[in-house]
C-alpha cells in the first residue's frame, strides 16, 4: 500500500490511500482482494447460487376458457407471453426465490404446440458470508398439462347443465337495439364466461356456469341500456348433513322499450321535470340515459334509468312508422349549430306529391331541394295517446316532424357490391320452439340488421363505441370510377381509417 501526500486548500497535507491488488489464486489475474482470494469469474465457476432452486415446473391449463389454475382452486384467464402470464409463472416460484433477490424475468421463445414455456430469471445472492455479490442466469421449465375448470368440465358433462341465467328482453317490434348491444358485448368481452347463448323471441337468453359471471354480466348491462331486473332462485338439491343447498339463478331484465329515433309525447310531470321540455320530443341517443330532443327548440334533456322507470311512458310513434317525404324547398338561412340546425322547409309526402305543407324541421343543416327524408306523420299516424291526441285535435302539432335524411337513391347505385366494413356476431343459438315462424323472423331480422348497418354508415356518434373490420371481399373504386358513378351526393360510408384490421393465420403461417 503506497500514501500519497496532497496539500489541500487549507494548507493541511492530506494522505490518499490506494487499495492493492491481489492475484487469484486460480487463474493468476490481478484483482482486489476479497475473503475468497478469487475473481469474479473464478468464484461463479466454483459457487452456484441457483442450486436448489427449482428448475422445472408443471402446470395445468384449461384449453376451452384459456385459465391457469393458481393453486388451490383459482383460474387465472392469461394470453399466451403476456404479462399475466409471466406474472403467473413467477408466482408459482415465489416460494422457492426467497433465498435469493430476483432482478429480471422474460420469456424464452417456444412453439405454442410444444406444452411447454421458458423463463430465464436473473438473480443475484450474497456468499462467503456476504464477501461477495453474485449474479447468475438459469432458465426454468413449465410442463403444460391440459385439465378442464370446474365451469368447463360441467359443461362437457352436460350442456344444458348452468348455474345463472339472464334473461334479457326488450317489448319492441324490432331487434335494432339487440345488434347495437351485441356489438357492446363482443368489443368489451362481457359475455366471454357464458356457457350458452340462446336467440328467443324479442330478447337473448345468456347461461354462465357460476353466479358471479351472471352478476358482472347484468352490471354490465346497467352501464351501457336503462335496464331493470328482477333476481329469483329456484332449489335444484340440498344436503342435509352438510347443510349444503344447490340453487339456479335466474334474472330477468328487461331493456326499456324507448329506441333511437322514437317519437315521444312526454307526460306532463316528466315534461315539468325537465324544465318544460316538448311535449313533443325525438330520442337522439339510448345509453345509460336517455337524449331527449326538442325539434322545435332544439333543447336537449336526460332521463336515466330511475327516473325513466318511476314513469314509465312509452313511444308515441317508433321508427316502423317512418314515412318517406320529399323536400321540394330549404327556407334559408338555418339556427343552429353543425349538429342541429332549425330552419323551415317544404315538403310533401312521397305518396301524395300534390300536397306541399311547410314544417319546422333540426335538419336545416343538411336537407337540400331534392333531398328524401323520413320523418313521422302526426295527423295521418295512429296514436293510443290521449293527451296527443287533444293536442292534435286542437291543431296543436305541427303536420310532420322529420327524422333524418334518407340516401335510398344513392344506395341503388351500390346495391349489391360488399361494403368496406364487416362486424363480429356472438355464437348464439336459435330457438325452434316457434314452429314455422322461424323463416319468416329470419328474413325480418336480415332486414332489420341492414338497417342497422345502414344506421352505424350515417351516425359516426353510434359507431364510436362499436368495432368495425375490414371486409377482404370490399374492391375499393378508383377516383375515376367513382366520379363517374356518383352523380350529385353519395351515401354516407365508413372511412377507412376507423376500421379494424382481423388478424387471420393460414394453415401455412402456423407451421412456419
Known amino acids: 500500500m503506497s500514501a500519497i501526500m496532497d496539500q489541500d486548500s487549507s494548507g493541511m497535507f492530506k494522505v490518499q490511500q490506494t487499495i492493492g491488488s491481489v492475484v487469484c489464486c486460480k487463474c493468476g489475474v490481478p484483482m ?91 438473480v443475484q445472492a450474497e456468499v462467503l458470508n456476504g464477501a461477495a455479490r453474485l449474479q447468475q442466469s438459469y432458465l426454468v421449465e413449465y410442463t403444460v398439462r391440459d385439465h378442464l375448470c370446474e365451469s368447463c368440465s360441467r359443461f362437457h358433462a352436460n350442456p344444458d347443465q348452468w348455474v345463472a341465467s339472464v334473461q334479457l328482453r326488450q317489448h319492441v317490434s324490432h331487434r335494432r337495439s339487440f345488434f347495437y348491444l351485441e356489438q357492446l358485448i363482443l368489443r368489451h368481452e362481457a359475455a366471454s364466461r357464458a356457457v350458452r347463448i340462446k336467440q328467443v323471441h324479442q330478447g337473448i337468453d345468456f347461461f354462465f356456469g357460476n353466479k358471479s359471471h351472471a352478476d358482472r354480466f347484468v352490471d354490465f348491462l346497467g352501464k351501457v341500456v336503462p335496464i331493470e331486473y328482477r333476481q329469483d332462485k329456484q332449489l335444484v338439491s340440498h344436503d342435509v348433513k352438510s347443510c349444503f343447498y344447490n340453487y339456479k339463478y335466474t334474472y330477468s331484465v328487461n331493456i326499456c322499450p324507448i329506441c333511437r329515433e322514437d317519437l315521444i309525447f312526454l307526460p306532463s310531470e316528466v315534461a315539468s321535470g325537465l324544465g318544460n321540455l316538448g311535449p313533443l320530443v325525438v330520442c337522439t341517443k339510448v345509453s345509460d340515459s336517455i337524449t331527449l330532443l326538442d325539434p322545435r327548440t332544439l333543447r336537449c334533456a336526460f332521463l336515466d334509468a330511475r327516473e325513466y322507470w318511476r314513469s314509465g311512458f312509452r313511444s308515441a310513434l317508433t321508427s316502423r312508422q317512418l314515412v318517406k317525404y320529399l323536400v321540394f324547398y330549404v327556407h334559408p338561412p ?79 347505385r351500390k346495391e349489391g357490391k360488399p361494403r368496406a366494413f364487416t362486424t363480429k356476431k356472438l355464437p348464439m343459438e336459435m330457438d325452434e320452439s316457434r314452429g314455422g315462424r322461424g323463416r319468416v323472423d329470419q328474413e325480418k331480422m336480415e332486414n332489420e340488421y341492414e338497417e342497422f348497418l345502414r344506421d352505424l354508415e350515417e351516425n359516426p356518434e353510434l359507431r364510436f363505441n362499436v368495432s368495425l373490420y375490414k371486409n377482404k371481399d370490399y374492391i375499393q373504386e378508383s377516383d375515376e370510377t367513382a366520379s363517374m358513378s356518383t352523380d350529385g351526393e353519395s351515401a354516407p360510408t365508413v372511412p377507412i381509417e376507423e376500421l379494424l384490421a382481423e388478424l387471420e393465420l393460414s394453415e401455412e403461417d402456423m407451421d412456419e
Open 32 to 122: 482486489p482482494p476479497n475473503a475468497a482470494n478469487m475473481c469474479v469469474n473464478c468464484l461463479r465457476s466454483q459457487v452456484d447460487i441457483t442450486e436448489g432452486l427449482q428448475k422445472s415446473v408443471q402446470i395445468f391449463y384449461c384449453p376451452e376458457c384459456g385459465c391457469y389454475l393458481q393453486p388451490p382452486k383459482t383460474w387465472i384467464k392469461a394470453q399466451w407471453e403476456s404479462k399475466d402470464l409471466l406474472s403467473f409463472c413467477i408466482n408459482r416460484l415465489k416460494k422457492n426465490l426467497n433465498k435469493v433477490t430476483l432482478t429480471n424475468a422474460e420469456f424464452v421463445w417456444t412453439e405454442p404446440h410444444s406444452k411447454r414455456i421458458k423463463l430465464k430469471l436473473t
Open 334 to 412: 338555418p339556427v343552429g349549430g353543425q349538429k342541429y340546425a332549425l330552419t323551415y322547409v317544404e315538403i310533401a309526402r312521397e305518396s301524395d306529391l300534390g300536397n306541399l305543407f311547410t314544417v319546422q324541421t333540426h335538419l336545416g343543416h343538411i336537407l337540400k331541394p331534392g333531398d328524401q327524408a323520413l320523418g313521422y306523420d302526426i295527423y295521418g299516424a295512429n296514436v293510443n295517446d290521449d293527451k296527443m291526441e287533444k293536442y292534435r285535435l286542437h291543431g296543436l302539432l305541427p303536420e310532420a316532424i322529420l327524422i333524418k335524411k334518407c340516401y335510398d337513391k344513392q344506395r341503388e
